[in-house]
């Protein structure tokens, strides 16, 4: 698997760092409310896990699954297949994406929460591709930024294979022909 890879974007120790980071600033802000952290399946998974190990709060963990891409491209027609089990009404939610591209998943599943009567909805994401945004979206909480390239690993997949590589990297051409 790893021989499919191209250049590592964001090393293993890099994300280690941007999730303590958004760790801390996620426990300072949520202090004293009712978080719900919802992670976005699958692409959250690893995320996720490490993300809510760095918050030092009371939380609540659910999960949404969604779907909108095909191979490298967003269809922009964002689907719910798997709901939460819990209300998210007069709550804290804090959607956590692996990556922003065009905006319509985080766009569509923000006006969700909002109409079920979450109190506020906030997402952090540990990826932000802003040249890919179609729809004007600010998350709240980027790890960091990357260029108009498409990645996976470390939760994002390429016809859902390499989500479980350890860190975020770029595919050889020759990867998306087989
Ligand atoms: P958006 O709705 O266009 O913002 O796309 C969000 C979703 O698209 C993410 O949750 C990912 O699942 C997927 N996605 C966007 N860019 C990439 C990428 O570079 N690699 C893998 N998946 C991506
Ligand atoms: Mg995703």
Redesign the pocket.
């Known amino acids: 698997m790893k021989n499919d890879i191209l250049k590592v974007l964001i090393s293993e120790d890099e994300i280690k760092e941007i999730i303590k980071r958004l760790g801390k600033q996620i426990t300072k802000d949520y202090m004293g409310k009712d978080l719900v952290v919802i992670g ?1 399946l699958k ?1 959250c998974n690893p995320f996720m896990a490490d993300l809510i190990r760095q918050i030092d709060l009371k939380l609540d963990v659910d999960y949404l699954a969604v779907s ?2 095909a191979g490298t491209s ?1 269809t922009g027609d ?1 689907k719910i297949r798997l709901d939460l089990n819990q209300s998210v009404l007069g709550r804290d939610v804090l959607i956590a ?10 766009t569509t599943i923000k006006k969700l929460l909002l109409h079920r009567g979450a109190k506020s909805v906030k997402i952090v994401t540990l990826l932000d ?1 802003p040249a ?1 945004r179609l729809m004007e979206c600010y998350p709240e909480y980027i790890g960091t930024e990357i260029p108009n390239e ?3 690993g470390y939760g ?3 016809n859902e294979k390499y989500r479980n590589l350890p860190y975020v990297g770029v595919l050889k051409p020759a990867a998306y022909e087989k």
């Open positions: 976005l692409g909108s891409y967003s964002v994406e692996d990556i922003v591209d065009t905006g319509a998943t985080i591709k890919g498409f990645v996976v994002l997949d390429f």
